[in-house]
């Protein structure tokens, strides 16, 4: 997937924004290229894991990203503590939702170099999306 550097710092800045707790959100766009982020409430409120706002969920995808011609292209959310690598926690949530949008995940592990990373949890498996940042 394409992604411009401003997006990702977006996604970052969110990242930060909600410490102590994990972020998340979602990136529409289209032909396999990311155009915007939506922002939305981790409804855990936690540091330890996300789900998105289910009034976020439906304006998002039913309002927002239809408004713009976009589809899902990616879900978003951050690690507090651990590395951008994607928890069991994280398998089982994607396991049947969303197959075909890539995961992406920040760590703060090192606040002052976050890590960006992305995947595709397909089917309780794991494997390297790859993010063509520019």
Known sequence: MRIAQALIDEIVAHAR???????????????????????ARNEFESPLRFGVDSNDLFRI??????????????????????????????????????????WIIVSLADEARPDVKAYWLKDLAISDAELVVG
């Open 61 to 102: 995808l039913q309002k927002e990203m239809p408004g713009r011609d976009e589809d899902l292209v990616a879900i978003y959310h951050s690690h507090t503590k651990s590395p951008a690598y994607p928890s069991q926690t994280d398998v089982n949530m994607a396991n049947g939702s969303w197959p075909d949008a890539i």
């Open 17 to 39: 924004e909600d410490l102590p707790n994990e972020c998340c959100g979602m990136v529409g766009g289209a032909d396999g290229e990311a155009r915007t982020v939506y922002r």
